[in-house]
């Protein structure tokens, strides 16, 4: 079992959608969590840390379920600029600064 | 946050030769790692890189085949050392700041190609 699992998609949806992505992790001691964004042939950057209690940045939502270990990230009233790679990123131990890196899930948002 | 100059940007290099890319941040920073991206594939970290001691690798990655210097706190080099067509990738290099807070930034990445 991988350590940070997405599903690649693609998604594609319209503009105005609202879009959900999930991810799963498999170390339930696991500390910090991350989602990024990779445009096609760039580094990824990060785009918002997920706190336990949810968080919220303009049309980005991310939420973490310890319990089940679960992450998401909905995305409300897509753009076309919003057509990348997501990246679910996991930090595991806070000593190493060692991060994990899912596979990423493709959004492609049409007009 | 850290800006990252990384180079080269991309090179197109002969099997049996290595290539040593380095990558230089603005601000003197925690920690330093190198990430490798396989064509469609995430990310992978190869290793963590110490100011003034040897790198730490991950498993299925060795010092012989990824020699690594950190010789301050805002400097890394990674060499891909003995290079196959296998060894084609993007090569990262990823800070985290005296303040864990902004999070990691990413380097603009080295494309490789080995023919």
């Known amino acids: 079992r991988k350590e940070v699992e997405q599903d690649p998609g693609p998604f594609n949806v319209p503009e105005g959608a609202t879009v959900a992505f999930n991810c799963t992790y498999s170390?339930?001691?696991?500390?910090?969590f991350f989602w990024y964004r990779q445009d096609c042939r760039k580094e990824p950057k990060l785009l918002m840390s997920?706190?336990?209690s949810g968080n919220e940045d303009g049309r980005f939502t991310a939420q973490l379920n310890r319990a089940s270990q679960y992450i998401s990230l909905l995305i409300r009233d897509s753009k076309l600029s919003d057509s990348a790679t997501y990246l679910c990123?996991?930090?595991?131990?806070?000593?190493?600064?060692?991060?994990?890196f899912g596979q990423g899930t493709t959004l492609q948002v049409k007009p | 946050s850290a800006v990252i100059s990384q180079k080269p940007s991309r090179d197109i290099c002969q099997r049996g030769t290595s290539l040593t890319i380095q990558c230089q941040v603005d601000?003197?920073?925690?920690?330093m790692f190198w990430y490798r991206q396989q064509p469609g594939q995430s990310l992978t970290l190869i290793a963590t890189?110490?100011?003034?001691?040897?790198?730490?690798?991950e498993s299925g990655f060795v010092i012989d085949k990824f020699p690594i210097s950190r010789p301050n706190l805002t400097f890394s080099t990674l060499t891909v050392s003995n290079m196959s067509p296998e060894d084609s990738s993007i090569y990262l290099c990823?800070?985290?700041?005296?303040?864990?807070?902004?999070?990691?930034?990413f380097g603009s990445g080295t494309r490789l190609t080995v023919v």
């Open positions: 990123v996991v930090k595991p131990q806070s000593n190493t600064g060692k991060l994990i």
């Open positions: 990823s800070v985290l700041g005296q303040s864990s807070n902004y999070g990691y930034t």
């Open positions: 997920v706190y336990s």
């Open positions: 170390n339930s001691a696991s500390q910090s």
């Open positions: 890189a110490n100011q003034g001691s040897e790198a730490t690798y």
């Open positions: 601000s003197q920073v925690t920690m």
